[in-house]
């Protein structure tokens, strides 16, 4: 018996995709059948038919998930991934909270939350593809929605562990700066686990995976720290021009690393 997903008819958005990839990946070896249409009131009430972005009501227990109705609803997707207990991992991803604010807000309002009125530029064209073939035959894309859904809680999982890593890390104050000690040669998530920092860190300090010595790297938010002081001096193996990163040639210990970062510091 195939299981029936309903969403909103005309033009498909990454919001009900999402949510409806999310429910494919979760439900292994369920077949299903996505209508592209207003759903009845009999279809509405079923516990059993999934109703998504569209019906104007938030019921989980009857698998009801549309946010049109009330603006602090969160988007569709996001309804669907609390449902499923997906969205503390979900939500490790670093276009999670944005795909949400643009479906419910626009560009314009979630541009200007950003600092740009061109957020238009940054839309994907294979994503406006793909939604559109959606739109014209949401059944034969379900196989590559599962695939999707799947391989995104599979990435947020892993963003996820990352995540535990750093925030075990040391965090050492360094002036009035944060430095972020990780005894790994893997420096994944790092950037967008500093992003959620109430106080973020400045630098970041790693195994040299090329080398044996330390890696120093500057976060996104930290852009005159300038690593490219420091070339020319012996414990260096390499200092980047740009100023963003620099290894040393040997794992020295941490209080010369620490100087050393300290040198890279403004008005140091």
């Not at 391989?151 to 535990?164: D, T, V």
Request: charged share 25%.
């Amino acid at each position: 018996m195939s299981h029936l997903i309903i969403t909103h008819p005309g033009s498909a958005h990454f919001d009900e995709f999402f949510a409806i990839a999310l429910i494919l990946a979760t439900s292994p070896g369920v077949p299903f059948t996505i209508d592209r249409r207003e759903p009845s009131r009999a279809e509405l009430d079923h516990p059993d038919i999934w109703v998504v972005d569209i019906g104007e009501r938030l019921e989980p227990h009857l698998k009801n998930f549309d946010h049109h109705q009330d603006i602090t609803h969160r988007a569709s997707f996001v309804l669907v991934a609390d449902h499923l207990g997906l969205t503390p991992t979900l939500q490790t991803l670093p276009w999670f909270d944005f795909k949400d604010k643009i479906d419910r807000f626009g560009p314009a309002r979630t541009g200007a939350e950003l600092g740009t009125g061109k957020l238009r530029i940054t839309y994907s064209p294979f994503e406006e593809w793909y939604l559109d073939r959606f739109a014209a035959d949401p059944n034969a894309s379900m196989d590559l929605m599962r695939a999707f859904g799947i391989s995104m809680i599979k990435k947020a999982s892993g963003m996820a562990a990352r995540f535990a890593f750093w925030d075990k890390c040391k965090k050492i104050r360094l002036r009035d700066r944060l430095v972020v000690i990780g005894h790994t040669d893997d420096s994944d998530g790092s950037q967008e686990y500093n992003d959620t920092l109430p106080e973020p860190a400045a630098v970041l300090v790693t195994h040299d995976s090329r080398g044996k010595g330390w890696k120093m790297c500057r976060f996104d938010n930290a852009a005159d720290v300038n690593f490219s002081k420091l070339e020319g001096r012996s414990e260096i193996k390499f200092a980047h021009k740009t100023g963003f990163v620099a290894k040393t040639v040997e794992r020295i210990p941490l209080e010369q690393v620490l100087s050393l970062i300290e040198a890279s510091l403004p008005d140091a």
